[in-house]
């Protein structure tokens, strides 16, 4: 009998001939020790479990016939006609057309502000007006009434994950915590059966690029239309100021090519792939943009900021200098999503819960102690307004090793995901499952202009540095990346040996 082919574990999938108890979805995070639950609970469980499942199938794939030939990889791009394209990703593209069709009537407000566009909620509202018809118009009857024992359907769910997909209205924003709602969006929809069976990550490829990256290009436009402020940005000590999905997805395409997802490795890139120092070059971010969707996130960073890039972007300019390769930095950007978005309150505090991604414990999951950002957070009873200034970022304890889902073994458990053969974990020997923050350890900045007492800045990775920026006639030294253990990118403006490392920097891959 032939071994059977190793596959990635995927999101189970609701069974249609049973019933379902499907639920408003509602918010569920109130305080720090609400993160620390989450961390433990049957959502985080899934939502891991959904991005190593997209992200496998982004690799590049080996021809069966020539798996010694790296020359004949099949590399995953923007807009490939190779990727086969079922007919409900194809009607979820045109959802995302009719969504972007509404700007136009809306336009902007042309009078003068600082913040946000208000014409962003009269497009907020019309899209909350007309969810109901635009679902029914392109997700089939037999999805979205699917078998339910309780009186929510699960177009209730899928509404819900759907409208906070694209900013708030209220605080006319946008970020990653809306990013990962429409994430949510598209795994209810997975477990729904709404997608294909997928062979060898065809159904995930077509997600990525034929929803996932149409969507980010709507919510660029919505962002330049509306001047939507960052949510929850850290300024230039955050990855980007808006999404995350497209480092993850963009560094799998120049990944090292597998046959199978038991190939997976941690280090390397595929041969054809541009220098991730190539980020920090205009010319090579137009070119590469159009087909990678890493490049096509800086490139609309190049968009709407000026100057040069290692200012406005320090801590990708630190990723550009990894030497690893894009397999290292892909593992990363997988282990700084689980660190900076999923672990952070003021991220996750609006992603609400219902049944497909449920407030329950995952029985498989170990407690999580509290985190920097856990611990300091005010208790659910106290939880300020949100025009509170009260600091989320204070008194810094040690950042504790989160769990990583997908941990040896890697067959997830019964009550959540589908029945699969145990795989390497590509994480494993990388170190803690989550990065540290980059401020967690440090202690407070000084210099002539920091003030002194309770109300002193924390440090920023490069906060030990003599300047921050470079003096007249001298270089810019690298900052770092919580896990780039490579140097800054070398060139003109740059200093070789100037990174920090990570404190598991030492650690060798298994």
Known sequence: MASQRPTAPALKKLDPDQRCGFLVPVKRIHGGEDVNFFLASRAYADIMTFIFQLNTAMLPRRNADTAKDTESAKEWIINDRDVSRPRIVQSLAKLLQDLTAIIEEVPPDPGPRRFGNVSFRKWYDIVKERVTELLGKFISREILDFKTTSDVSARGELEAYLIGSFGSSQRLDYGTGHELSFLAFLGCLWKLGA??????????????????????VLVR????????????????????????????????????????????????????????ADVAKANAVERERKRNMYFS?????????????????????????????????????????????????????HFPFGSMFAWEKDPSAKSIQASVHTSSQPKASTVP??????????????????RDPLADPLTPSASSHSSQPALRNPLKGMGP?????????????????????????????????????????????????PWATGNAAAGKGTDAEASTRAPWADKKPQ
């Open 221 to 276: 436009r919505l962002i330049l239309t509306y001047t939507l402020e960052p949510a929850g940005s850290h300024g230039v000590w955050g990855l980007d100021d808006h999404a995350f999905l497209p480092y993850i997805f963009g560094s799998a395409q120049f990944s090292p090519a597998i046959n199978t997802p038991a190939d997976i490795v941690t280090e390397g890139s595929l041969p054809s792939a541009p220098n991730p």
């Open 385 to 402: 307004s949100p025009t509170s200034s009260t600091s989320a970022y204070s008194s810094p304890r040690p950042q504790p090793q989160l």
């Open 195 to 216: 997608f294909p069976e997928s062979n060898d990550g065809d159904s995930e490829r077509a997600i990525v690029l034929g929803i996932i990256e149409p969507y980010l």
């Open 297 to 349: 996130a800086i490139g609309f960073i190049y968009d709407v900021k000026k100057g040069p890039f290692w200012e406005h972007s320090p801590i990708l300019y630190d990723v550009s200098g990894v030497k690893a390769g894009w397999a290292k930095i892909n593992k990363g950007m997988i282990k700084m999503y689980n660190a900076e978005v999923l672990s952070k309150f003021p991220v996750v505090q």
């Open 433 to 481: 499952a989550t990065t540290a923050a980059p401020w967690a350890k440090a202690a407070p900045a000084a210099g002539p202009n920091v003030p002194s007492g309770p109300n002193q800045p924390t440090r920023a990775p490069w906060a030990n540095r003599t300047t921050a920026l470079p003096p007249p006639g001298g270089t810019m030294v690298g900052t770092s990346a």
